[in-house]
């Protein structure tokens, strides 16, 4: 069974940092890409950052780039996202996601709270 769970959110004040992780199961880890998303309240969910199978490809929108750094374990089946400089249009729910041969997996997803 695929089970991806997140972990490391919380309340951070604006230009703080947080780091999350995910730890995934139930497949073969190395052979896939991982993404974090996030969706906050009343907008749809959006891509924040993509890493390749072996680590060694990320792609980040316009609005995270410079401040969020995805980064994977293969050996420990885990993916994190590393989140300076936090505003508070950050604020979100943080997934991290692959895709399967017929499935899109999603983990239950970690609060990210920035304010002050």
């Known amino acids: 069974q695929v089970q991806l769970v997140e972990s490391g959110g919380g309340l951070v004040q604006p230009g703080g940092s947080l780091r999350l992780s995910c730890v995934a199961s139930?497949?073969?880890?190395?052979?896939?890409?991982m993404r974090w998303y996030r969706q906050a309240p009343g907008k749809e969910r959006e891509l924040v950052a993509h890493i390749s199978s072996a680590g060694d490809g990320t792609n980040y929108p316009d609005s995270v780039k410079g401040r969020f750094t995805i980064s994977r374990d293969n050996a420990k089946n885990t993916v994190s996202l590393q989140m300076n400089s936090l505003k508070p249009e950050d604020t979100a729910v943080y997934y991290c996601?692959?895709?399967?041969?017929?499935?899109?997996?999603w983990g239950q997803g970690t609060q990210v709270t920035v304010s002050s």
């Open positions: 139930g497949f073969t880890f190395s052979r896939y890409f």
């Open positions: 996601n692959t895709k399967g041969l017929w499935n899109d997996y």
